[in-house]
Antibody
Framework: QVQLVESGGGVVQPGRSLRLSCAAS????????LHWVRRAPGKGLEWVAI????????YYAGSVEGRFTISRDNSKNTLYLQMNSLRAEDTAVYYC???????????????WGQGTTVTVSS | DIQLTQSPSFLSASVGDRVTITCRAS??????LAWYQQKPGKAPSLLIY???TLQSGVPSRFSGSGSGTEFTLTISSLQPEDFATYYC?????????FGPGTKVDIK
């Protein structure tokens, strides 16, 4: 069935790095744009980044630009989020989501992973 | 960045009630607005996209309307499984942003 599964979360010290992965199955991975979204404890959803289906276009939230990098490997059906210079305020559950839209129009995430928890703490 | 506001932020309602949630954008976003439902401990799920298109598999009691800067999500007859938090998201201008959420609770 159509599925996204995140991994790579954990506890990390401020200033360190972490890489999240999102493995896809059940659909043609290279045909979809993908988002990362996070939810901090007690807060609402925050959009983090998007990557186009071919990986050529990437956009970020201001809160992570310059520190986080979104990428994908269409041969491995996997999405990544490289997170550098982590801060306490990056503590959240991170979700990946599939978007059936294109660079001309994105529609929203119709398939979501279960989330992976990142805790930034000394 | 485009700011989205939702009203109300909290709503107490009974099964069978008609519920309307409003999402307002700080500038026009055409119809590039999505609505999501999130229950505790679960990932969000897509309800509505491009403001008024019902996602496949979502019950027809959910509907969306609006364009430009004002949008609404309506639940025509609230069911027990609808008690959750609802978010709007704009996908017109980067960075894409979410509204702060509306929690729908049992009266």
């Amino acid at each position: 069935q159509v599925q996204l599964v995140e991994s790579g979360g954990g506890v990390v010290q401020p200033g360190r790095s972490l890489r999240l992965s999102c493995a896809a199955s059940g659909f043609t991975f290279s045909s979809y744009a993908l988002h990362w979204v996070r939810r901090a404890p007690g807060k609402g959803l925050e959009w983090v980044a998007i990557i186009s289906d071919d990986g050529n276009n990437k956009y970020y939230a201001g809160s992570v630009e310059g520190r986080f990098t979104i990428s994908r490997d269409n041969s491995k059906n996997t999405l990544y989020l490289q997170m550098n210079s982590l801060r306490a305020e990056d503590t959240a559950v991170y979700y990946c989501g599939r978007d059936p839209g294109s660079a001309y129009a994105y529609y929203g995430m119709d398939v979501w992973g279960q989330g992976t928890t990142v805790t930034v703490s000394s | 960045d485009i700011q989205l506001t939702q009203s109300p932020s909290f709503l107490s309602a009974s099964v069978g009630d008609r519920v309307t949630i409003t999402c307002r954008a700080s500038q026009g976003i055409s119809s590039y607005l999505a609505w999501y439902q999130q229950k505790p401990g679960k990932a969000p799920s897509l309800l509505i996209y491009v403001a008024s298109t019902l996602q496949s598999g979502v019950p027809s009691r959910f509907s969306g309307s609006g364009s430009g800067t004002e949008f609404t999500l309506t639940i025509s007859s609230l069911q027990p499984e609808d008690f959750a938090t609802y978010y709007c998201q704009q996908l017109n201008i980067y960075p894409f942003t979410f509204g702060p959420g509306t929690k729908v609770d049992i009266k």
